[in-house]
């Protein structure tokens, strides 16, 4: 599917209208980290040393302070430390951060704040820092537990440094996620499986687990390392899959496993086409209002993003969402959700009618990839493992 020569299906134009906006999250995007690893296309450049932390904190904060008018009274119910490598930051900086979220803004009580935390840059005292300041949920770059996996995808720590860091998590959180990925360089279905048996010693609350892609503009999409063939990695993703629902596991999204209300908030907001505020160096923002949506870009590279803070104008992009690319949007986040969506939430979060989209609807279930009655809509098994066949019904060629 080549997204540029794409469109989304047409509707005719008429006001977006909603009755109640989404629930909002909090982004906050540290674009440093150690080393810039051969798979990775986010926005993360090498420290190569020192980073400006203070000056980036007070970047981040003036950022957030201009960004207040678009989300005046509404609660934050979510807060997402992304990186890049967070745990990068020093405790002081997470907790002056949150100190000022709390200070500007309504935020949840229960509010879920996650942290990303590379376990090449962890020590005891910083996690105990990060869980004073308020973080209550730890993400870890593990990736795998095998030391020439790990070195042929460019990371900085050691299977036995990821153990070493799991445990010292989990004195301080008790709700903690891994990231696990599989189809790696050479890899055998065994070694796979190793790695989320060894995941499951440690009975981590939420898993992740990616299959590894080659994604343009990056090491690997130039100098492709040799990788498991697709019969391969479909076992691999076949067994991962069973031995986590054998394990107690909640298979809820594409690449997401979780525990019994252990799914992760932030991460739902998102597939349930909510609204979350982006702030950081390349950080998006998706906001609704009564009357229109607006998707925003930051600007990505992190001087040049604290320079036009300081000038204040951090947005390099800015566009109003088009009422006939809503339904495309929204299919193109909800449907990540194996469980599906309830077909009153279409309308909540687009204002669009059912109807609008009836007869891709029904190109999709007679293929088989999605079912669907008068409450709910899913994709079926055959739409998991083909989703991209699945949202390209709700496009149409030019």
């Not at 509404?74 to 967070?86: A, D, H």
């Not at 799914?263 to 209002?289: C, E, P, T, V």
Request: net charge negative.
């Amino acid at each position: 599917m080549t997204a540029h020569i794409l469109h989304p299906i047409s509707i005719k134009s008429q006001a977006v209208n909603f009755k109640a906006l989404p629930p909002l999250s909090l982004y906050i995007h540290i674009p440093w980290c150690v080393r810039k690893c051969p798979y990775c296309d986010f926005n993360s450049h090498e420290a190569r040393g020192t980073f400006p932390e203070k000056e980036y904190v007070a970047a981040l904060i003036r950022d957030l302070e201009m960004a207040l008018p678009l989300i005046w009274g509404r609660t934050v119910y979510t807060v997402f430390f992304g990186g890049g490598t967070p745990s990068m930051l020093s405790g002081e900086s997470v907790e002056e951060i949150l100190r000022t979220v709390r200070t500007l803004l309504p935020l949840d009580l229960n509010a879920e704040i996650t942290l990303e935390a590379n376990p090449g840059t962890v020590e005891a005292a910083r996690f105990a820092a990060y869980r004073d300041a308020g973080v209550n949920r730890l993400s870890m770059g593990i990736q795998s537990f095998n030391d020439a996996h790990l070195w042929a995808l460019g990371r900085i720590h050691t299977a036995d440094e990821a153990r070493h860091a799991i445990a010292i998590a989990q004195q301080h959180f008790d709700n903690i996620n891994l990231d696990l990925m599989y189809a790696l360089p050479d890899q055998t279905l065994d070694q796979a499986l190793r790695d989320v048996q060894t995941a499951l010693q440690f009975n981590p609350q939420h898993l992740s687990c990616y299959h590894l892609t080659l994604e343009p503009n990056t090491l690997f999409y130039r100098n492709p390392p040799s990788l498991p063939d697709d019969d391969a990695s479909c076992d691999m993703q076949q067994h991962i899959e069973e031995l986590l629902a054998a394990a107690g596991y909640q298979h809820y999204e594409t690449s997401a496993f979780a525990l019994p209300k252990k799914r992760s908030r932030h991460n739902l907001n998102y597939w349930q086409f909510g609204d979350y505020l982006g702030i950081g160096a390349g950080a998006h923002s998706k906001l609704s209002f009564p009357d229109r949506i607006i998707r925003q870009a930051r600007y990505k590279q992190p001087q040049a993003y604290m320079q036009q803070v300081g000038q204040g104008a951090p947005l390099q992009t800015e566009h109003e969402v088009a009422r006939d690319e809503l339904g495309f949007e929204f299919m193109m986040n909800a449907l990540r959700l194996n469980e599906g969506f309830d077909s009153v939430l279409f309308q909540e979060r687009t204002s669009l009618s059912l109807l609008s989209i009836q007869r891709e609807l029904a190109q999709a279930e007679k293929r088989g990839l999605l079912f669907r009655d008068h409450q709910h809509i899913a994709p079926t098994k055959l739409g998991q493992r083909f989703l991209n066949d699945l949202l390209e019904i709700f496009l149409k060629q030019d």
